[in-house]
């Protein structure tokens, strides 16, 4: 019986370590959104199709410009796609027709 991996080369364990740097890069991403200023519990990263795609929803414009700052620095290099929504949490500006 033969060893697959021993028979990919050098090339294809290089990708398999690049793609287990990019989960331990996200990883480090969840945790420090968790535990610095943001504390933002909320949004997910994912691995999809070879970019990381952040999703989820935080209470201002100014959260997601950190969230996405952050992400950046986390990431270099590499493809991030954002869908961070902002929540309106501000009260109404008028009055509820009945």
Do not use: F, K
Not at 9 to 14: E, H, M, R, T, V
Not at 18 to 36: S, T
Not at 79 to 88: F, G, M, N, Q, R
């Amino acid at each position: 019986m033969s060893d697959p991996v021993a028979h990919q080369g050098p090339a294809a364990s290089g990708t398999a370590a690049a793609a287990e740097n990019v989960e331990y890069r996200v990883a480090h991403l969840h945790d420090r959104l968790a535990a610095e200023e943001l504390g933002e519990l909320g949004v997910r990263a994912e691995i999809r199709a070879g970019a990381v795609v952040i999703t989820g929803t935080v209470p201002s414009a100014q959260c997601r410009e950190t969230l996405l700052r952050v992400a950046h620095e986390e990431l270099a290099g590499l493809t991030v796609h954002s869908d961070v929504l902002v929540a309106e949490t501000t009260g109404p500006d008028h009055a509820e027709e009945l």
